[in-house]
């Protein structure tokens, strides 16, 4: 079993910067790939990112490509999404997700989720 609980959300102007934290209860967690997602009011959940657990592979959506970077140390059983050059589009609710085999986009195959954070961008 494994907990997931982001942090780090907020109230940002475009062009700024946030990072969020997922941290993770469970020993097992350093073998899970991770993933983030996004849901923007009315819409369904929308892959951003997700890394391996090595962490030798990531994959990006094209939206936020060149802008934000995952990254995970297992010592501390934590995942990270830094965002930068951030748009108004970018708004919504950020979730970290967790499965125990390679990294997907589709939201329906990850096995734990955590509550969600809100990131706003205003212009």
């Known amino acids: 079993q494994v907990q997931l609980v982001e942090s780090g959300g907020g109230l940002m102007q475009a062009g700024g910067s946030l990072r969020l934290s997922c941290a993770a209860s469970?020993?097992?967690?350093?073998?899970?790939?991770v993933g983030w997602f996004r849901q923007a009011p009315g819409k369904e959940h929308e892959f951003v990112a997700a890394?391996?657990?090595?962490?030798?592979?990531?994959y990006y959506a094209d939206s936020v490509k060149g802008r934000f970077t995952i990254s995970r140390n297992n010592a501390k059983n934590t995942m990270y999404l830094q965002m930068n050059s951030l748009k108004p589009e970018d708004t919504a609710v950020y979730y970290c997700a967790a499965r125990k085999t390679g990294i997907v986009t589709g939201p329906q195959l990850y096995d734990y989720w955590g509550q969600g954070t809100q990131v706003t961008v205003s212009s």
């Open positions: 890394i391996s657990w090595s962490s030798d592979t990531t």
């Open positions: 469970g020993r097992t967690f350093s073998t899970y790939a």
